[in-house]
C-alpha cells in the first residue's frame, strides 16, 4: 500500500497536488485587512497624543508672556479658572497679585503641573478664579530671572483619560492585526491539506515484487 501521493508499486513517485493559492480559503485579501485595520487604529491613537500635546502646549500663553516685576492685564471670565506659570532657571520664590480682584481669589495649588514649550519649561504656580468679569493687572515677581505667562487651567485627568486611549489603540491595533493573519494563516492552511487530500489520485497497485509476501 502507498500513500495517496507517495510512491505506488511499480511506478514512480506521484507528486503532491499542487493548489493554487487563489483556491484557498480564507482569501488573501484578510491580510490587506488586517494591516489597514492594524494602520487604522494605530493612526487614532496617534491622533488622541498629537491632539492632547496640541491642546496641553496651547493651553500657556505664551505670546503674552512678561518679565518678573513687569505687569500685564488680561481678560478674565466669572468662574473660569486660570492658571498662572513661571520659567526660571531654579526654584525661586514666586509672588503674584491681581490688586483689583477679590481676596481669595488667588490660590495656590495643591499638586505640581510642567510643561515644556519649545526651549521653555513653565511650571504652575497659581490658579485665579474671578468673582466677576473683566480686565485685572497682574503682576509677578520671582527671586531669580523669570518669565511669566497666564494659561488655562491643567486638565489632568482629560490628558491621562486621551493618553490611555491611545495606549489602548496602539494595543488593540497590534492584537488586531495579528489575530487576523494568524487565523487567516491556519485557516488557509487546513484548507490547502483538505483539498489536497481531496484532490489525490487513487491508489495506483503494480505487480508484486517475487519472493514478498503483503
Known amino acids: ?30 491580510y490587506l485587512v488586517a494591516a489597514l485595520l492594524g494602520l487604522v487604529l494605530a493612526g487614532v491613537g496617534t491622533a488622541f497624543i498629537v491632539v492632547t500635546v496640541k491642546n ?6 505664551t505670546a503674552h508672556s512678561f518679565s518678573s516685576g513687569d505687569a500685564r492685564t488680561f481678560s478674565f471670565v466669572q468662574g473660569e479658572t486660570k492658571a498662572i506659570y513661571v520659567s526660571q532657571s531654579g526654584q525661586g520664590h514666586v509672588d503674584c497679585r491681581i490688586p483689583e480682584m477679590r481676596s481669595g481669589s488667588m490660590t495656590q495649588p ?16 497659581f490658579e485665579v478664579k474671578p468673582g ?5 493687572t497682574l503682576t509677578c515677581t520671582s527671586e531669580l530671572p523669570a518669565e511669566f505667562a497666564l494659561g488655562d487651567r491643567p486638565r489632568v485627568g482629560a490628558t491621562i483619560g486621551s493618553i490611555a486611549a491611545a495606549i489602548g489603540c496602539f494595543i488593540a491595533a497590534f492584537a488586531t492585526a ?3 493573519i494568524v487565523v487567516t494563516a491556519v485557516r488557509r492552511s487546513r484548507h490547502r491539506r ?12 503494480g505487480p508484486q515484487p517475487p519472493g514478498r509476501v503483503y
Open 178 to 180: 495579528v489575530t487576523i
Open 1 to 30: 500500500m502507498s500513500l495517496p501521493w507517495g510512491t505506488p508499486y511499480g511506478g514512480p513517485p506521484i507528486p503532491p497536488p499542487a493548489i493554487p493559492a487563489r483556491d484557498l480559503r480564507p482569501r488573501r485579501i484578510w
Open 194 to 205: 483538505r483539498l489536497a487530500a481531496a484532490w489525490a489520485p487513487s491508489p495506483q497497485w
Open 56 to 61: 496641553t502646549v496651547g493651553s500657556i500663553d
Open 110 to 125: 495643591g499638586s505640581t503641573f510642567r510643561i515644556t514649550v519649545g526651549s521653555r519649561t513653565w511650571d504652575r504656580v
Open 132 to 136: 466677576s468679569s473683566g480686565d485685572y
